[in-house]
């Protein structure tokens, strides 16, 4: 397991953009060895499923409802992981989480039960 930090939300009207970062906060902990995600989760709702970056490959993965709007990267030399998030809509209003899974690849990112490390989360507000 690793403990992780969001940075980034905030309070912006439609159509805007905000980059999302998050990191481990022990100094030596790395996240290169992890599959990575996105997700969001709004009050009285299922945590949904944002995006994700697969272990080794690299290869993203995007919810539908965010695809060709966001975009997952990560830099494994700074062991950070970020979102960024452009045409923002009232309906990504959320709490965003960072996750990590080892040992996870392909549709099993798409499982929340398969990530074993999460942050406390970043508000993200957007007004219509």
């Known amino acids: 397991q690793v403990t992780l930090v969001e940075s980034g939300g905030g309070l912006v009207e439609t159509g805007a953009s905000l980059r999302l970062s998050c990191a481990a906060a022990a100094s030596g902990d790395t996240l290169r060895d992890f599959s990575m995600a996105w997700w969001r989760q709004v009050p009285g709702k299922e945590r949904e499923f944002v995006s994700a970056v697969e272990y080794l490959s690299e290869r993203p993965y995007y919810a539908t409802s965010v695809k060709g709007r966001f975009s997952i990267s990560r830099d494994n030399a700074k062991s950070t992981l970020h979102l960024e998030m452009n045409d923002l809509r009232p309906e990504d209003t959320a709490v965003y989480l960072c996750?990590?899974?080892?040992?996870?690849?392909?549709?099993?990112?798409?499982?929340?039960?398969?990530?074993?490390?999460w942050g406390q989360g970043t508000q993200v507000t957007v007004s219509s």
């Open positions: 996750a990590a899974a080892a040992s996870t690849w392909g549709s099993e990112l798409y499982k929340a039960s398969n990530y074993n490390s």
